[in-house]
């Protein structure tokens, strides 16, 4: 300010370095200490991590439903036991002769012919299980070709 400017002003009006306050700035840790979430948004995020948990846990944590767990086990099962079935049809004294008439048959009939044969009934079991003809009638085509 020129001279005369300063001594126009009273005493009140004079810059003075008692009176000046810097503005003060909160700093980024400030404003984050004070924010409050609301119960709008805490919920939000809380159902977002739950959503977030079953999509990742069943995509790429291999959770699995109840019913898909004892599909796999009872297919698990079967495989197992459609060895017993190739092993009993490897046994079999007539297994050339038998083979070449169940390549004949249409696939749907397939596994009629492993029961009838007995190939399919698991040893301390009383009668053959369908599932394991079909799984046993199946590995005896693939080992064919």
């Given at each position: 300010m020129s001279q005369d400017k300063v001594s126009r002003l009273s005493d009140n009006d004079k810059p003075s370095s008692n009176n000046v306050k810097?503005?003060?700035k909160p700093s980024?840790?400030?404003r984050w200490d004070n924010a409050r979430a609301t119960k709008k948004v805490v919920f939000g995020f809380a159902v977002a991590a739950i959503v977030?948990?079953?999509i990742v846990g069943f995509n790429l944590g291999g959770w699995v439903t109840g019913s898909a767990a004892k599909t796999m086990s009872s297919d698990a099962v079967v495989q197992r036991m459609s060895?017993?079935?190739v092993a009993q049809f490897n046994q079999d004294p007539?297994?050339?002769q038998k083979f070449t008439e169940l390549k004949e048959l249409r696939a749907y009939r397939r596994d009629d012919y492993v029961q009838e044969q007995g190939w399919a009934t698991i040893p301390g079991e009383d009668k053959p299980d369908r599932k394991v003809a079909d799984a046993c009638a199946t590995q005896l085509m693939e080992i064919s070709q």
């Open positions: 810097p503005e003060y980024y840790g400030d977030l948990t079953i060895s017993i079935c007539g297994k050339v």
